[in-house]
């Protein structure tokens, strides 16, 4: 990130999932741990099976989504807040942001019978709160 402005500007980090119907959010947080699901891309989830990863259902109830933790997000002072984002406070110049995710996939997120294949999320840094 690169900035010339003489103003610390507010930036928001989200990270979304291709799902029946379009797009959402996918970074949330449960029992004070970050977290971003990830999306199965040959088989589309379901809306449903996404918010089922978010308030913690049992993996079966969230078919073709796997999430994990986020470590840390550093390069800019931040915070997680509500809404499914990473409010990121950047400072003239440049700015390095690296998301780290842990390996340890949230237990409620993957069964045995989830396809395997390429799951992904889309990380996207925006200056508006959209």
């Known amino acids: 990130m690169i900035s010339n402005s003489g103003e610390t500007k507010r930036l928001y980090?989200?990270?979304?999932?291709?799902?029946e119907g379009g797009r959402?959010?996918?970074?949330?947080?449960?029992?004070?741990?970050?977290?971003?699901?990830?999306?199965?891309?040959s088989r589309i989830p379901t809306v449903q099976a996404l918010n089922n990863c978010k308030m913690g259902s049992s993996p079966k109830d969230s078919p073709g989504i796997v999430a994990y933790p986020v470590t840390s997000i550093t390069g800019a002072?931040?915070?997680?807040?509500?809404?499914?984002?990473?409010?990121?406070?950047?400072?003239?110049?440049?700015?390095?942001?690296?998301?780290?995710?842990?390996?340890?996939?949230?237990?409620?997120?993957?069964?045995?019978?989830?396809?395997?294949?390429?799951?992904?999320?889309?990380?996207s840094l925006t200056e508006s709160d959209i």
């Open 13 to 19: 980090l989200r990270s979304s999932v291709n799902v």
């Open 77 to 123: 002072k931040g915070r997680y807040i509500r809404g499914g984002k990473y409010e990121m406070d950047i400072n003239k110049g440049i700015t390095y942001i690296d998301v780290n995710i842990g390996s340890n996939v949230l237990k409620t997120s993957f069964a045995a019978n989830d396809r395997r294949g390429c799951y992904q999320a889309i990380l």
């Open 24 to 41: 959402e959010d996918s970074m949330f947080q449960q029992g004070g741990q970050i977290y971003i699901a990830f999306a199965n891309v």
